[in-house]
């Protein structure tokens, strides 16, 4: 995106009532990567509906373009792809202007992220206590964090931590460090952890 938009952007947060300190604060409000995936297990028939998913306990995306390690602001002002991305975020910044700021926080955690194509899924990792997003919304989930939006719905599925695997993965990502390996060799994290568990057994 251009720095035109940047700035008429942010002329238009500031004017719906988001402090200045709080969009340079997305600058450094990065989106991590999902690694707590591989030492979780899901519970069964947890999936339930929720409309107070904390957006700060909100850490990860899933997305077709490269999202971890990039911040909400970079992300909402320049590094999304062109066109149609880039029309979701103006999208949310036309509502912010028409309808409010009250009104624009309150939209993230509405009915409509429950059903129909404009469904949201979240896994909740328990331990960690935070949310990775699944499927479609992350421009919904970007806007919200620069408009400082206190929480979002959608379907929640619960995960709990398998120690096991945990220990199994951070020997992995030791052994991966020492050796400067990423998956060369066949060193996947699945062969790891097989040939780990194997050995315990014998």
Known sequence: MTIDFEKR??????????SLGHIQSQKRNFFQDSH????????ENSEHPCKKIPIKKIIGVKADWAVEEKS????????????????????????LKK?????QQAFY??????????LLRFNYYKEDDCYILQNDGVHRVIAAKMFNAP????????????????ELYEEYESL???????????LTLDYFQEKMSRNKKE
């Open 99 to 103: 309808n409010g700021l009250a009104f």
């Open 36 to 43: 707590v995936e591989n030492y979780y297990n899901k519970i």
């Open 176 to 186: 991966k460090e020492i050796l400067r390996l990423t998956d060369i060799k066949g």
């Open 72 to 95: 909400v602001y970079d992300l909402f002002m320049k590094e999304l792809p062109e066109g149609r991305d880039a029309g979701k975020i103006n999208e949310n910044l036309t509502s």
């Open 9 to 18: 952007a942010i002329e238009r947060m500031l004017e719906a009532g988001i």
């Open 109 to 118: 955690s509405d009915d409509f992220n429950l059903e129909g194509s404009s």
């Open 151 to 166: 929480s979002m719905s959608g379907i929640v599925t619960d995960y709990e931590l398998d120690e096991e695997k945990k």
